[in-house]
Nanobody
């Protein structure tokens, strides 16, 4: 079982990045996928989630209107499109999978975690 998060990097304020979360080793279609982030010195927080039934849920009000989530079950991949990035979006972004049809921002319920990808927003 593996979740591979990728796509992070250094971007200027106002820029965009698309993160990918590629899954293998489990039946991806049945899993809800959440994106979390952890900034230096802060707790990990939920950002966005997409359920196995393709419903998305925002957990961070600060990203509404700027971030979107999508999934491609044929590719076993979930994407996090991040636009209009701000310095406060700087964090390590993690994806996680939960064998459920319901989104949650609780880190405790997720079964599998990716290794994280660093997003740095700075001029």
């Amino acid at each position: 079982v593996q979740l591979q998060a990728s796509g992070g990097g250094l971007v200027q304020p106002g820029g965009s990045l698309r993160l990918s979360c590629a899954a293998s080793g489990f039946t991806f279609d049945y899993y809800t996928i959440g994106w979390f982030r952890q900034a230096p010195g802060k707790e990990r927080e939920g950002v966005l989630c997409i359920s196995s039934s393709d419903e998305s849920t925002y957990y961070a009000d600060s990203v509404k209107g700027r971030f979107t989530i999508s999934r491609d079950n044929a590719k076993n991949t979930v994407y996090l499109q991040m636009n209009s990035l701000k310095p406060e979006d700087t964090a390590v972004y993690y994806c996680a999978a939960d064998y459920s049809s319901i989104c949650s921002d609780s880190t405790l319920i997720y079964d599998y975690w990716g290794q994280g990808t660093l997003v740095t927003v700075s001029s």
